[in-house]
């Protein structure tokens, strides 16, 4: 079995930080020695125990030896708050050929946060980078929200077999996902130098129907992002372009996986990304059109103008740019 090891992780960095639906910030990270004692904590604080599949086990001596052995069975992601340490568990446990079995639990205090989907996608993500094709979960057909996770995440119901497993065929996404950046990107982006008035920006924004704009120097450099919303006051528009744009953006490299730029579109809830070289040069930008288009297999003419602009940008892990 070619199972590449954790630390050889070459896409998916951790620690993966994100923002949950009641706006607190998460982080997921890689199981280490001294968080195993707060994950236990955590199983043990879990209620109702038993409360999905039979577990976690009711009793305490039964629940941290349950604990203990899936993490010394299993390649283990945990979720962490600022206040509250661990909140949420993932385990991917390999089995027989290159198929591993998902866990997911988020303690009930921030279940319905969005914690629990992106923990999956980070298991998936990791399970498809270390080599796994398969991946199972095994939920009990009236644990609907759990489904309902998992769905959303690409698995579908087993077509065999036991009733509660779903599954992920990660041989087909490592098909569709192994094309890079600049393979479905569109390459000509509407962008704007800093010295530019803030009015040439406007007018750009109401003629080439595009939200955002991607800052570039004399050398076509990404140097920031200028959103709609940068020029919502209109104090703003005697201004220049290097007076209001956002310096910190969010940026791909061109060699960089389609597979990655989903997991960002996912997790950053950007509709676009500039795309750049080596040399932080702007070489395009892609959205979500491109990898849906890309997707229907459509041979799309692709129009002067980006059809989709660039959404708001997340503060980037610096200096932003994703390789
Ligand atoms: C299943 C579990 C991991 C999901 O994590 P979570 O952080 O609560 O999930 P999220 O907040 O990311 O997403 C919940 C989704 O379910 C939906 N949902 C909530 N209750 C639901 C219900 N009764 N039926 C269907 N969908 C429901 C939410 O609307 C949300 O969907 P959306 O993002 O499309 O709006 C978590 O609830 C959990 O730990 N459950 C107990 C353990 C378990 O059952 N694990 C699964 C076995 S592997």
Same mark, same amino acid.
């Given at each position: 079995m070619s199972i590449r090891p954790v630390s050889d992780s070459t896409i998916y960095r951790f620690p993966h930080a994100?923002?949950?639906?009641?706006?607190?910030?998460?982080?997921?990270? #890689?199981?280490?020695?001294?968080?195993?004692?707060?994950?236990?904590?955590?199983?043990?604080?879990?209620?109702?125990r038993p409360s999905f599949s039979g577990l976690p086990p009711a009793d305490d001596q039964a629940c941290t030896k349950w604990v203990e052995s899936m993490i010394g069975r299993a390649i283990n992601l945990v979720a962490l708050s600022f206040d509250k340490g661990v909140v949420a568990h993932e385990a991917l446990f390999p089995m027989e050929g290159q198929t591993c079995e998902m866990l997911d639990v988020v303690a009930a205090s921030v279940q319905d946060c969005g914690i629990g989907s992106e923990l999956a996608r980070c298991g998936m993500q990791l399970a498809y980078e270390l080599g796994f094709e398969k991946v199972l979960v095994s939920i009990e057909v009236a644990n609907a929200r759990a489904r309902h996770v998992y769905r959303k995440c690409g698995f579908e119901d087993a077509s065999e077999g036991d009733p509660e497993d779903m599954v992920l065929d990660l041989r087909a996404h490592r098909r569709a996902m192994s094309v890079c950046a600049a393979d479905i990107m569109n390459a000509r982006a509407v962008t704007i130098h800093p010295d530019q008035p803030c009015r040439q920006a406007l007018e750009t924004f109401?003629?080439?129907?595009?939200?955002?704009?991607?800052?570039?120097?004399?050398?076509?450099?990404?140097?920031?992002?200028? &959103?709609? &919303?940068?020029?919502?006051?209109? &104090?703003?528009?005697?201004?220049?372009?290097?007076?209001?744009?956002?310096? *910190?953006? +969010?940026?791909?490299?061109?060699?960089?996986?389609?597979?990655?730029?989903?997991? #960002?579109?996912? &997790?950053?809830?950007?509709?676009?990304?500039?795309?750049?070289?080596?040399?932080?040069? #702007?070489?395009? +930008?892609?959205?979500?059109?491109?990898?849906?288009?890309?997707?229907?297999?459509?041979?799309?003419?692709?129009?002067?103008?980006?059809?989709?602009?660039?959404?708001? *940008?997340?503060?980037?892990?610096?200096p932003g740019t994703q390789r």
């Open positions: 994100f923002i949950s639906k009641k706006g607190e910030p998460i982080v997921v990270t #890689l199981l280490d020695e001294p968080r195993r004692h707060r994950l236990i904590e955590m199983y043990l604080a879990f209620q109702p109401v003629t080439r129907h595009v939200g955002t704009l991607p800052v570039v120097d004399g050398e076509r450099r990404l140097v920031g992002i200028l &959103s709609t &919303s940068d020029l919502l006051l209109p &104090s703003k528009l005697a201004k220049r372009v290097r007076d209001v744009f956002t310096r *910190q953006v +969010v940026s791909v490299r061109e060699d960089v996986l389609v597979a990655k730029v989903v997991r #960002l579109l996912q &997790s950053t809830g950007l509709r676009c990304i500039p795309v750049v070289d080596r040399e932080m040069k #702007l070489v395009g +930008v892609i959205g979500r059109q491109d990898v849906l288009a890309y997707y229907a297999g459509q041979d799309r003419p692709r129009p002067a103008a980006p059809a989709t602009g660039l959404a708001p *940008q997340e503060p980037p892990s610096a």
